[in-house]
């Protein structure tokens, strides 16, 4: 379970908050008085938000970028890191499979949340809740996770995420690690045809963390609290 401070606050850094579900979990968070760590490429798209938000430029292919988060906010404690920020790639099948797309989908989706864990994993230790939430998917399971698009890179991606995200929770027991699926959410990637509302969505995964307890560290469920098969 993730605690709140004496003052009902916590400190939350979301990855990849400038839009779609990142920016419906970052509003959230604002709204009930929690003080916001926005990292994304577009802080300025950010200007304005009500409540306590700080946007800090952040771009998950940049390993150098990832790597400064230690001096820019060495000394901060972290509650709560919510993991969000993916690409999708080429959607063509494996006809568009190529090392180029695939390493990139690969370095923001995988190795992105892995190092920003390491960054902020002693700020992560001096706060309350001591919880990382990846914003995984179903695409990424084995067992659920094959459906009729190209997405060859995107369910690679998040498989590896699962996995390393399993490691996580097996190596570093002082830390809760979550994984969570979105379900199919109304955003720019979700696209047209997509079911749950951003809003639904992003309110599911903060009541999932809430009542998550160290016990859950390293399952995988839905953003309404079903167990997502590996």
Request: glycine content about 12%.
């Amino acid at each position: 379970m993730t605690s709140r401070g004496t003052e009902g606050r916590q400190t939350v850094v979301i990855s990849g908050a400038a839009r779609g579900l990142g920016r419906a979990l970052l509003r959230q968070c604002a709204a009930r008085g929690d003080r916001v760590i926005a990292l994304c490429r577009r802080p300025e798209a950010l200007a304005g938000e009500p409540g306590m938000v700080e946007a800090v430029w952040l771009d998950l292919a940049d390993e150098t970028a990832i790597l400064g988060l230690a001096d820019r906010l060495g000394g901060t404690p972290i509650d709560l890191l919510v993991q969000n920020a993916a690409i999708r790639g080429a959607t063509g099948g494996l006809a568009e499979v190529s090392g180029a797309d695939l390493a990139a989908v690969m370095a923001v989706n995988v190795l992105g949340p892995l190092l920003l864990t390491r960054v902020l994993r002693p700020n992560l230790m001096a706060g309350c809740g001591r919880t990382v939430a990846m914003i995984s998917s179903r695409a990424g399971s084995m067992a659920e996770g094959l459906d009729p698009d190209g997405d060859y890179a995107y369910r690679c991606s998040k498989a590896a995420l699962n996995m390393a995200t399993r490691k996580l929770a097996y190596d570093d027991p002082a830390l809760t690690f979550l994984l969570l699926h979105p379900g199919w959410v109304q955003t720019e990637m979700g696209g047209p045809d997509a079911e749950v509302p951003v809003e639904v969505s992003a309110r599911g995964i903060l009541e999932r963390i809430a009542l998550a307890t160290s016990a859950d560290s390293g399952t995988f469920r839905t953003w309404d609290g079903r167990p997502v098969a590996w």
